[in-house]
DNA sequence: TTTGTTTTCTGAACACTGTTCATTATTTTC
DNA sequence: GAAAATAATGAACAGTGTTCAGAAAACAAA
């Protein structure tokens, strides 16, 4: 054991004791009210230290970004199972929504947020390509049942993908309370609106 | 010409100079680099005068908020002329696209962003409410036609805002470049996305 | 026109934000 | 134990929304 290795080491305890932090007062608090002095008061260092395992917040919540993809895939894992392709769709379809449902902070800053996104280099989303990948696998599953016929398999990505987005980010941001006059609750309307989401896509 | 109207007058007058002010730096440079300081500076004001004539920032934005939807109805006016319902839905979700993809400051601002949308008060979604409830009366009539059978509205209404959202919003925040490796562009991928959720559309 | 009152405006101050960096403290090496 | 390297600090910078005592301007009455 060198002490290269201890300072290695170190140094990666000190990364996830600051994420742990940042995520906890993300969890809690959100995005906006999570500050770098917030999170130095919680580790109990100042906020300068911070630095020297982050270059920017940023980086905090892109890390963040990455742990939110790795919950979300994780979610995706029993899916594999689901031998009959569309069925699997329309399973992923379900799990999407729930956990957009359950971790509305994560899944705002996966897919709504723009921060950790800023940079243009595209190895940011490597988490949310392998996700996009996922899906675009699975429908092509469905194609060799001959379903999806003349369809690219890129345009129904988004298609899909972008129908159920617009379920979940309406709901992280509040506008699914347009329905409250008629009664309705977010969670009945995203219910619903799966379903009838589903039912488009059998009749494509 | 009583002094207290023209008081009065002169109240509206600097709101809507402070108002144009806004607008000019939120076009300009967005939500998050629109702050009272810059505004007030554009006036050639104090920061603090712009607090005797808007409660708080938000303020400013949800009356941008409001105009976003006067903008977008305006838009929309010219689709009381096309007479077959399931057409007009269709042309409005072309519409709903556009405005989108012109105006995206106003968009984020009126179907993302949480901030004018903070209050409990659903007095603030009024112009939403009235741009949902359009949508709702096209749906009516499509189901006049025959089209939607067995299908609830609200529901109905819930699932198209959500899938033309969904990608209104992925373009907005820029998850649309996601697709960059297979070298499609966020145009190409919406002009598509829209064709195939209308295809989807035509035959549930 | 001058005085007194009311309205309007200012800009410093408060409590925050992300980030930097000279200084101090600790640890490691010789 | 002294010197060198590493780690941590916290004040400072430039920015944010918001407040409020005091200054300035506009108005009303004499």
Redesign the interface.
Known sequence: MTVANRKQREKQEMRTLILDAARSIFLEKGYDLTSIRNIAEKIEYSPGTIYLYFKEKDEIFHALHEEGFRRMIMKMEPLQHVAEPFERLKAMGRVYMEFAKENKDFYDLM????AP?NMEE?EK?KM??QA?NFLKEVIKGCKKTGRFKG??V???S??I???????C??FC??????????N?DPMT?ME??Y???I???E??
């Open positions: 897919f709504i947020i723009q996104m595209h989303w949310g390509n996009l369809k690219d890129n345009y129904l988004f298609t993908w972008s129908a159920m987005h617009g379920m980010a309406l941001r509040g506008r699914c309370h347009a329905y409250e006059e008629e309705i309307l619903n609106g379903k009838y989401f039912n488009m896509l009749k494509i």
